[in-house]
């Protein structure tokens, strides 16, 4: 069944359960050290709320135990000076008092309730028709109306929040919902030469999105970077040094290694490897073809060389879509900032360009790169949908 979406929800007066994905980094002081998660679910928040809806927001923030765990007020404030309408903040999530500040919202009015996960059995993975029987879904659901799940970013968790209401609700995709699910699973009709640019140090999920993209005939290039980029020299057999080979296997990517000798064998020609490396020398980039690796004593490989950018710059000048997932390098140091920013900046002059979360939208947003066409709000929410795999969320919408 397709999934029905804002256009089909007559929301004047009606109260709406929201749930968005406004999951953030925060400062030392507990305050927001990035909106941007915030700020994409405003077009469906504000949508709502110009029809007349009474909307009742929920949302996660960290994990249980983690240091990210916090109260939801800063994320209500940071929506109250966003949106143009008023946002409240209510320290409760399905109890007594949720369903009060619920009833007492106005039309046009928001209330954000309390971190979902303060609640045990939201950070628990339930079947859709056991999760509506969970004292969250069972407490809030007789407050509100209708369900938008607006959270494409928690997409891939099968908690309450996310799959719970649609058994109980009638239920809708948010606008960042729809245009994840748009972008993201609509790879295959993009126009083709097709480049994906693989990266970043998640090697499981890079390697995993390299090999559907390659099995399936999506990719006409890969264009391989960052850590990943250390497995697959590995895997040709490169000495890249003791620091990086360390890594390597500290995270136990050792059976990556094997993966992309795999791929290598049965993708030779899609498959772009750097042909030269950054590690720091001295205190400053130093640049090394990868045929005089290893690097000296304790030096890192930390990104991919110029010569790779250009090269790689060419492929992409050449492709009519490019599948972005993961940074270059450490671009976080400034040493190590080039590889990322040249190939997102190539990548950016494609013509499509669709850019997977997480690390690489922070990239994007530090080095101020415009002109992608979609930069995801999820990280393993969009790997899930360029390798294929199930979405939890979706389903239970569908
Ligand atoms: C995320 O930040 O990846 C999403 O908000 C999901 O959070 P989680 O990985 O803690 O489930
Ligand atoms: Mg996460």
């Known amino acids: 069944m397709a999934i029905r979406t804002l256009d089909d929800l007559a929301a004047a007066n009606r109260a709406i359960g929201v749930r968005v994905d406004i999951n953030s980094p925060l400062t030392a002081a507990g305050g927001l050290a990035d909106d941007a998660r915030l700020r994409a679910h405003v077009d469906t928040l504000a949508e709502l709320l110009a029809a007349d809806a009474r909307v009742a927001v929920l949302a996660h923030q960290g994990r249980p135990g983690g240091d990210e765990f916090a109260r939801l007020e800063r994320h209500a404030d940071r929506l109250d000076a966003l949106l143009d309408a008023p946002v409240s903040y209510c320290d409760a999530t399905f109890s007594t008092g949720a369903r009060d500040a619920v ?143 360390d890594f390597i296997h500290e995270r136990d990517y050792g059976t990556e290694i094997a993966r992309a000798a795999d791929l290598l064998a049965a993708h030779n020609d899609a498959l772009h490897l750097p042909v030269d490396v950054a590690v720091e020398r001295d205190g400053a980039r130093c640049e090394l073809s990868t045929d005089a690796l290893p690097p000296a004593g304790d030096e890192a490989v930390c990104d991919i060389g110029s010569d790779t950018v250009d090269a790689y710059a060419d492929v992409l000048a050449d492709s009519e879509t490019v599948v972005v997932n993961g940074p270059a390098g450490v671009f976080e140091d400034d040493l190590f900032a080039d590889g990322t920013r040249g190939v997102f900046g190539a990548a950016s002059e494609v013509e499509h360009s669709i850019v997977g979360g997480g690390d690489t939208a922070a990239a994007i947003r530090r080095f101020d790169i415009t002109g992608f066409d979609h930069v995801s709000t999820g990280g393993g929410a969009a790997i899930n949908l360029l390798t294929d795999a199930d979405l939890p969320a979706v389903a239970a919408l569908r």
């Open 103 to 245: 009833a007492d919202l106005a039309p046009g009015e928001a209330v954000v309730l309390e971190n979902t996960r303060f609640y045990s059995e939201e950070y628990m993975t339930f079947a859709p028709e056991r999760a509506a029987d969970t004292a969250l879904v069972d407490g809030l659901a007789p407050a509100l109306d209708a369900y938008v799940n607006d959270a494409f970013a928690a997409a891939h968790r099968s908690q309450p929040s996310l799959v719970g209401f649609p058994e109980v609700l009638p239920s809708y995709a948010g606008r960042v919902m729809e245009a994840e699910l748009d972008a993201l699973s609509g790879v295959a009709d993009t126009p083709t030469p097709r480049t994906y640019v693989v990266g970043g140090a998640k090697v499981p999920d890079s390697v995993e999105v390299a090999a559907h993209a390659l099995s399936h005939g999506l990719a006409d290039n890969v264009l391989v970077t960052g850590v990943v980029a250390n497995v697959f020299l590995a895997a040709t057999g490169v000495d890249l040094g003791r620091a990086s080979t």
